[in-house]
């Protein structure tokens, strides 16, 4: 139940995007060309990523939402995301992606103790610096994202709603994910 007595107690982001469409559209906007954008990592290492860093955070709400759109891309089998939170080393991840993984997980615990050498080991592994780029912005925003799950208080979906979700993030993306803030399309 969230902690704003006068939101129902399924509510998410969706309250306060609604509360103030001229900050949170273009939020929206931004989270579009992020995550379903052009960029050397595909779709679904994006949510990979944006679920790792939001479960390395301790956010079980933007987790859970996250964690099950990676799962429904395929990028990484059921339960993959919870191993590479417990222990990177083993979890069942492409090996290519451990180095960039690496960098999200310093960057989303202590990012004050990010080094060239972090960076240098993400390009080493052959990630052009978009890839990098859009890691560092993922890892930003599911850290935004966190802030306003945990201070409004907003509980988790569960795992069959946020399975379906997932479908529906997948087919409208991020400005028209909710059937509320959907544009028109074209008259027939």
């Not at 609604?18 to 290492?45: H, I, K």
């Not at 479960?55 to 191993?83: K, N, R, S």
Request: aromatic share 10%; charged share 20%; with cysteine.
């Amino acid at each position: 139940m969230p902690f704003i007595e006068t939101m129902p107690d399924h509510a998410g982001p969706p309250a306060i995007y609604a509360a103030y469409p001229d900050v949170y559209r273009p939020w929206s906007e931004m989270s579009q060309a992020l995550m379903n954008g052009p960029s050397p990592l595909s779709r679904g290492e994006r949510e990979l990523i944006f679920a790792y860093a939001s479960g390395l955070g301790g956010c079980a709400f933007t987790y859970a939402a996250h964690a099950a759109v990676a799962y429904a891309f395929g990028v990484v089998p059921e339960g993959a995301i919870d191993a590479l939170i417990a222990d990177p080393e083993t979890a069942p991840v492409e090996p290519r992606l451990k180095p960039l993984l690496a960098f999200v997980r310093r960057l989303a615990l202590d990012p004050a103790q990010v080094a060239k050498a972090d960076v240098d080991a993400v390009l080493a592994a052959g990630f052009p610096q978009q890839a990098f780029d859009d890691a560092v912005a993922i890892t930003g925003r599911a850290m935004f994202m966190r802030c306003i799950a945990q201070a409004y208080g907003f509980t988790p979906m569960t795992a069959g709603r946020a399975a379906a979700r997932a479908l529906e993030r997948i087919e409208h993306g991020y400005v028209d994910l909710y059937a509320t803030r959907r544009q028109p399309g074209p008259a027939a």
